[in-house]
């Protein structure tokens, strides 16, 4: 992949003009597109296969008239006044007729008719015009809110007195989030990290300006997406919000390596290529993952929720593609402007070098690191302690009492539980097929005379069959809040009563309505944060045990993770549960936070703790790769990469936060999560935690048990195999045409132990090699690696212009191994090899190869060495003494190398 991207970044550079204008191109035509064509957002939250959902579905085909949203027009007397008068029973009529004659509404009930219970408040103050329409929220016309708004204003001057009317319900829940000033606040603290950081302007606008245009892209196809399903209001915010702060980070990487790179003396289209083929790896890596995490959403088996999912991966995978594509592009426009000022301005460069110089991580990493248990413990229990009050999280989805204080909505919200009780905000609907009843009426009524006597029950408003006299209806009032566990358990009670309503009345039975549904999408998220726990943290588990072929560093990695997430978890349980803070940060209301938030935070922030891990952790183990030691790799490795962790988590820290006060219900608590999971997964667990962790463990950290390594694939994260092999480019000398090369080549078997060591070949093309040595030597093992079969091995080795292992795949087409020992006739398999033009034969154990008429044409085979296609054709031969292949070699052209004995050899 990072020799992919380091050709994409040389062609993006040389057709830098065209990259731009192609991505305006997009953006335009997907925001035009979606402005046009996009359906619109739908709130609909559905569970299918749940009771609830089964219910509400049911009761579309059977039972229209109930089937739709509803709006309340509560009146509301001052106090020491009544509302059961004679002249506001005319009033209250009057309204109820005219709002009969409204578009979309199916029915109005008046309060004070005989056949309607419960909707005058035991106080006597209040008054319920419950309005039955008959479109789902989401198809409400501002007209027919417009039209009932001035006839509860009309109901309201009529009454006279001070009374007020309030209008609210669900058609008038507006939960569709927007963006405010306030979240620009998040660009605003991005662009000084990155003043500060970079001292450039240019610079610093750059990650603004991609990451805006990429989340312009995505939330327009987010939109466009509203064409083939439905898409939540907050689908789109997630995106905004994880788009801008993954883009700004992503484009920063790039950004940070090209400066970097520049102050090294690379010309800057060289350098475009290898910060794309580098730090673009790691973008890739990162974004990958948080691609499968939020992909890994589905297994709730909810659509709305694999639709935010969908969205937020999608702005993700579109800040990858800017990441790689334009920002190199940009990068080429800016050219030599983004060198350091420090390299431009060599009279400038002490004082940069002082700014620049990292005051706080080397003295922080030594402390860390210094007692590693007494860190480990601090870090372990301290955010163990924060995530107690997790144990309590309470999941809902968010209904109108969550609305923003002052609207209308919130305030009928607030008088309906004060004057009728909580209960009355969230009313539960049973459904009894009664189409075998020869009297539906009486059963209805029946089932709700036993359903008011159930504990938690309030009131019993309605009970009627429909028309047809095949379907009933009761609709059933809690004494308790929808987002009150004891709702809950309400409904279990209810539904636990259903065996018994079957064997009396031979009726089928089921709870459903808004609040039933709430109820059950919050208990499926429940039920799916284990499995998908377990997902994201075995990925985490062979993502990292890839890319740093290691034990220690995914479990210390994973349990880093896990330990952020259960303190975000808790913090916000005790700012949106408990309340603790509410008030500072404008939390309308608290108890309970939204059922998607754990699945959603646990689906980002892996992507993003694994996104700072491999930033991190990758530097400390180049250091130690190239010195040794341990603990010295920690500390400059951690240098070296703190100051990019700290600038990336600030701005994603802000980026995140500055959703915090002015969000949604909805938005509000998911961002709180990520801003301080972002900010305790960067400076608590990666930056206090892991060095802790890795200075305990020492060189124990690094390495793979050697059957594991040979079967987990390779993901180079951080290029490291693209600069080997740039490094490798020229070598052994610039327009040299050796077809073998190696410096220092080593190979260990899986014990540990050494099969050969530091060998050192150069055979020119067309020429013979013979790698001889008695016994167990590691002739056969370096034959094989030569020819691309063997690639654990350490050092150099280049063969036909291939870098391995690297290339091994480009290389193999082109090398055949014939057994002296194996096969049948190794004469004619070398005379088909060279048929084929492959121009390097390695021939194994060729002192085997006893019969005449065999060896005389193998002699003939390498004494011409040139393929069918007129190709010079190399030769690799192992043997165990040279003398035994003498009359094989040719007079001229001929190197041996002698290997000595190890303990082991790989075959």
């Known amino acids: 992949m990072s020799s992919f991207l380091y050709r994409l970044g040389h062609a993006v550079a040389r057709h830098r003009g065209l990259v731009v204008v192609a991505w305006l191109l997009i953006l335009l035509a997907c925001g035009g597109a979606s402005a046009a064509l996009n359906k619109g957002t739908d709130d609909t939250f559905t569970v299918p296969g749940s009771e609830s959902q089964d219910a509400m579905d049911h009761l579309d085909h059977v039972f229209p008239q109930v089937s739709g949203t509803s709006a309340q027009l509560v009146l509301l007397v001052p106090e020491g006044q009544q509302v059961d008068t004679g002249p506001i029973h005319g009033a209250v009529s009057d309204a109820v007729d005219r709002i009969g004659d409204v578009p979309q509404v199916e029915r109005a009930s008046d309060p004070f008719d005989p056949d309607v219970n419960d909707a005058v408040s035991s106080d006597g103050r209040a008054a319920n015009i419950g309005v039955q329409l008959t479109v789902d929220s989401t198809q409400v016309q501002d007209s027919t809110l417009t039209d009932l708004s001035g006839i509860a204003d009309d109901l309201a001057a009529a009454v006279g007195d001070g009374a007020r009317v309030y209008t609210g319900g669900d058609a008038f829940a507006n939960r569709i989030p927007g963006l405010s000033a306030t979240e620009m606040i998040g660009l605003v603290i991005a662009l000084v990290v990155l003043l500060l950081m970079f001292r450039s302007l240019v610079a610093a606008v750059m990650p603004l300006f991609t990451a805006v245009l990429g989340v312009g892209v995505s939330v327009a196809l987010v939109y466009l997406g509203t064409l083939f399903v439905p898409v939540s209001s907050t689908a789109p915010m997630l995106a905004v919000m994880i788009g801008l702060a993954v883009g700004i980070d992503y484009a920063l990487f790039l950004l940070s390596r090209h400066r970097d790179q520049l102050a090294e003396g690379l010309p800057v289209a060289e350098s475009i290529a290898r910060a794309t083929a580098t730090a673009g790896s790691a973008v890739l890596f990162a974004g990958l993952t948080v691609l499968i995490a939020l992909l890994g959403l589905a297994v709730a088996r909810i659509p709305f929720l694999t639709t935010m999912g969908v969205s937020a991966a999608l702005g993700v995978g579109i800040a990858v593609c800017v990441a790689v594509t334009l920002v190199p592009a940009l990068l080429a426009f800016a050219g030599n402007r983004m060198v350091p000022r420090s390299v431009r301005k060599p009279h400038k460069r002490r004082k940069e070098r002082r700014l620049h110089t990292p005051r706080v991580a080397r003295p922080w990493v030594r402390f860390v690191t210094r007692r590693p248990l007494i860190t480990i413990a601090v870090v372990v229990l301290g955010l163990g302690a924060l995530a107690v009050p997790a144990t309590n999280l309470r999941l809902a989805l968010p209904d109108n009492g969550s609305q923003p204080a002052g609207t209308d909505v919130r305030e009928t919200y607030d008088v309906v539980a004060d004057h009728f009780g909580v209960g009355y905000n969230g009313p539960l609907l049973v459904t009894a097929d009664v189409i075998q009843s020869t009297d539906p009426s009486g059963l209805v009524d029946d089932l709700a005379d036993e359903i008011r006597d159930i504990p938690g029950v309030a009131a019993v408003p309605l009970a009627t069959p429909n028309e047809k006299g095949d379907t009933g209806i009761i609709q059933v009032v809690p004494t308790t809040a929808p987002d009150d566990a004891r709702t809950d358990a309400l409904v279990e009670r209810v539904r636990a009563q259903e065996p018994h309503w079957l064997d009396t009345y031979d009726t089928q039975t089921a709870v459903t309505g808004l609040t039933a549904v709430g109820i059950d999408v919050s208990a499926r998220l429940g039920a799916a944060l284990l499995p998908f726990g377990i997902l994201v943290a075995g990925l985490s588990l062979v993502l990292l045990a890839m890319v740093f072929r290691s034990v220690w560093v995914p479990i210390k990695a994973t349990v880093g993770y896990l330990l952020s997430i259960g303190a975000a978890f808790g913090l916000t349980s005790l700012v949106f549960q408990e309340g603790h803070g509410a008030a500072l940060l404008d939390v309308a209301h608290v108890g309970s936070v939204v059922s998607f938030l754990p699945i959603i935070l646990m689906g980002v922030l892996f992507g993003l703790a694994m996104d700072y891990e491999v930033f991190l952790v990758s530097r400390i183990r180049e250091h130690y790769a190239h010195h040794g030691g341990a603990h010295e790799a920690i500390e400059e490795g951690f240098v070296s990469a703190s100051r990019v962790v700290v600038a990336a988590a600030l701005i994603m820290f802000g980026v995140f936060a500055a959703f915090v006060p002015d969000g949604s219900s909805t938005i509000k608590p998911i961002a709180f999560a990520l801003a301080v999971g972002v900010f305790i997964d960067a400076f608590i667990v990666r930056m206090t935690f892991v060095p802790a962790v890795l200075a305990l463990l020492g060189d124990r950290a690094w390495g793979l048990p050697p059957a594991l390594d040979r079967r987990l694939p390779v993901f180079d994260a951080e290029g490291d195999a693209l600069l080997h092999e740039l490094r490798l480019s020229d070598w052994p000398a610039p327009g040299g045409d050796e077809a073998?090369?190696?410096?220092?080549?080593?190979?260990?078997?899986?014990?540990?132990?050494?099969?050969?060591?530091?060998?050192?070949?150069?055979?020119?093309?067309?020429?013979?090699?013979?790698?001889?040595?008695?016994?167990?030597?590691?002739?056969?093992?370096?034959?094989?690696?030569?020819?691309?079969?063997?690639?654990?091995?350490?050092?150099?080795?280049?063969?036909?212009?291939?870098?391995?292992?690297?290339?091994?795949?480009?290389?193999?087409?082109?090398?055949?191994?014939?057994?002296?020992?194996?096969?049948?006739?190794?004469a004619g398999r070398v005379t088909e090899a060279l048929t084929r033009d492959i121009d390097l034969i390695l021939v194994d154990d060729a002192d085997l190869v006893l019969r005449s008429e065999a060896r005389a044409r193998l002699r003939d085979q390498i004494g011409f060495r040139v393929t069918a296609g007129g190709v010079p054709a190399t030769f690799v031969l192992t043997c165990q003494d040279p003398g035994r292949v003498a009359d094989l070699l040719p007079p001229t052209a001929t190197q041996l190398h002698a290997m000595t004995r190890r303990p082991a050899e790989v075959l």
Request: charged share 25%; hydrophobic share 40%; proline share 6%.
């Open 740 to 826: 073998i090369s190696a410096h220092a080549l080593s190979l260990d078997d899986d014990r540990g132990r050494p099969v050969y060591r530091d060998v050192e070949l150069h055979v020119p093309r067309g020429e013979v090699l013979v790698l001889h040595g008695s016994g167990a030597v590691g002739k056969s093992a370096l034959l094989l690696s030569i020819a691309g079969r063997v690639t654990r091995h350490r050092g150099d080795l280049k063969v036909l212009g291939q870098v391995l292992p690297q290339h091994v795949h480009a290389l193999r087409p082109r090398v055949a191994v014939v057994s002296g020992r194996d096969d049948r006739d190794p």
